[in-house]
């Protein structure tokens, strides 16, 4: 079975800190092909289990938001060069651990937490990157509860549960988008913030206290950040017709009619990401 980059918790930016110029687990092998042209979408990445990463059609930035348990897309990852600014170069990225040094048998939240430091190596490596670990005080969604309550399901696993060597595969597995809504079964509000994130502009945080979790279904919902109207619309005469809105209901609204909650918003420290400095990567 295929485990997609769905969502994970933020906060593993202090990895960044911790393990500077430290050596880390890295692929046996890797292949990474440049796509000629823009592929349709932002890309995906498979984390498999035995550790095979299968990334198609990627951006740079993607593959950090994989390396370092961030959403994507996300105002988090700042600066680069100017092919990573534009998001000009797309990849193809295939890569597996040696037999045997990751377990088959591991959750889709344990496999994230061992391949994330291959991931980062295989960027330092051949793609030349630096990043800068900085915390930012910048205009923020936050995650609260709303006036009439919490409408929150506690799911019977614990946080200490997800860690163990059984854990359930449902363990911080937030699956969907915004046609979609979301589905988990053991997942915390942090990951329904990172979630939310995706459709937004700027970073989405979890501000409820609540350090539990819950099976949470949400149904579908528009972006968090309305995108500005582009001019060639704008413009159009009265007679022409025009692209429909955006077909889902309210963020606002789903969020505090299914799961009892709100955004409000405010400032905040944020953890943040800059590029410092990257290369086009190193052929095969």
């Not at 592929?39 to 990627?58: D, K, W």
């Not at 990751?102 to 991931?119: D, G, H, V």
């Amino acid at each position: 079975m295929k485990h997609g980059i769905r969502v994970a918790v933020i906060g593993v930016l202090t990895a960044l800190a911790a393990h500077p110029q430290g050596i880390e687990p890295s692929f046996a092998a890797v292949s990474i092909r440049p796509v000629q042209g823009r592929l349709p979408g932002l890309g995906t990445v498979l984390f498999q289990p035995g550790g095979r990463l299968s990334a198609n059609g990627v951006t740079i930035r993607v593959l950090i938001a994989a390396a370092y348990g961030l959403p994507f897309p996300t105002p988090r990852i700042t600066g680069g060069p100017d092919w990573v600014e534009a998001n000009r170069e797309t990849f193809v990225v295939e890569a597996v651990a040696e037999p045997g040094t990751i377990s088959e048998s591991l959750s889709p939240a344990q496999l994230r937490e061992k391949m994330r430091p291959m991931i980062r190596q295989l960027l330092a490596e051949r793609f030349k990157l630096v990043l800068r670990a900085e915390r930012k005080e910048m205009q923020v969604f936050q995650l609260v509860v709303a006036a009439s309550g919490a409408k929150l399901t506690k799911s019977s696993v614990s946080e200490a549960q997800c860690s163990a060597p059984a854990t359930p595969n449902a363990c911080h597995d937030l699956v969907g988008n915004r046609q979609r809504g979301m589905n988990g079964d053991v997942v915390s509000l942090g990951d329904v913030a990172s979630l939310l994130e995706i459709s937004s502009d700027v970073p989405v945080v979890d501000a409820t206290g609540i350090k539990d979790l819950f099976s949470v279904r949400m149904g579908p919902y528009s972006r968090v950040t309305p995108q500005e109207v582009p001019a060639e619309i704008v413009n159009l005469p009265a007679d022409r017709p025009r692209p429909p809105a955006e077909p889902w209901p309210s963020v606002f609204k789903v969020l505090e009619q299914d799961l009892g909650l709100r955004l409000v918003s405010g400032r905040a420290q944020v953890e943040m990401l800059r590029i410092e400095s990257a290369q086009m990567p190193t052929a095969n």
